[in-house]
């Protein structure tokens, strides 16, 4: 099973909402990433996850949060967001020794209103 | 800090042609990863091929191949009696491993949108 799964597929939200996306894998990874892609644009990478702790913050606003509760599980929780967020959001996993590619989710395509 | 460049922003052939895809590097490490990923109209990315820096040998998979000139810092991507469903962003990724207690981060170029026709 090769499969990173991703809840909503889409999402609007407005500006004074919280919302939550959530990313699943049951591959045994322990390193989760979440990326956000804007149209046309390759993908940027806001956190990593690794052995269920944050180890990279790329500099992203504290309106995004990132949650890994179990090692299956990343979450990102949204509030207060800006139209300018509006984009696609990837989730991804990988092995941390071994073999490095990051397998991704479909993605959740966020608007903001 | 490395660099992934993409000089081919958009391409377009015939379907049954071979088509291939160019990408550069700039690393001045020794040990790194090169990825091709594909992106289709439905948003997921699959990883198409990858290669380890210290493999002489290029990575096959099926009807996709690598040309990887290490000197050169270039890494293309080769397609072979291209389909359809290869209609896709294709995008060049670079990692260095083992960056923070085994996580990665993979520097992307900014793809080549390719266009199979019937």
């Known amino acids: 099973d090769t499969e990173v799964t991703q809840t909503p597929k889409h999402l609007v939200m407005g500006m004074t909402n919280k919302k939550s996306l959530k990313c699943e894998q049951h591959?045994?990874?322990?390193?989760m990433y979440w990326y956000k892609q804007k149209a046309k644009k390759p993908p940027e990478l806001m956190f990593v996850?690794?052995?269920?702790?944050?180890?990279i913050n790329e500099s992203v606003p504290s309106r995004f949060s990132p949650e890994c509760p179990n090692s299956s599980l990343l979450n990102l929780h949204l509030h207060a967001l800006q139209p300018e967020d509006s984009a696609l959001y990837l989730c991804?996993?990988?092995?941390?020794?071994?073999?490095?590619?990051?397998?991704f989710g479909p993605g959740t395509r966020l608007t903001v209103t | 800090a490395q660099t992934v460049t993409q000089s081919q922003p958009e391409m377009s052939v015939q379907e049954a042609e071979t088509v291939t895809l160019s990408c550069t590097y700039d690393?001045?490490?020794?040990?790194?990863?090169l990825f091709w990923y594909k992106q289709p109209p439905s948003r997921q990315m699959i990883l198409v091929i990858r290669?380890?820096?210290?493999?002489?040998q290029n990575a096959t998979e099926n009807r996709f191949s690598v040309n990887f000139q290490k000197a050169a810092k270039s890494f293309s991507l080769k397609i072979s009696d291209s389909q359809l469903g290869d209609t896709a962003m294709y995008f060049c990724?670079?990692?260095?491993?083992?960056?923070?207690?085994?996580?990665?981060?993979?520097?992307f170029g900014q793809g080549t949108r390719l266009t199979i026709n019937p």
């Open positions: 991804a996993s990988s092995q941390t020794v071994g073999s490095y590619e990051q397998y």
């Open positions: 591959m045994g990874h322990r390193a």
């Open positions: 996850y690794s052995y269920e702790k944050l180890s």
């Open positions: 690393t001045s490490e020794s040990n790194y990863y």
């Open positions: 290669q380890e820096a210290y493999k002489q």
């Open positions: 990724a670079f990692m260095k491993p083992y960056i923070i207690q085994g996580a990665q981060k993979l520097v």
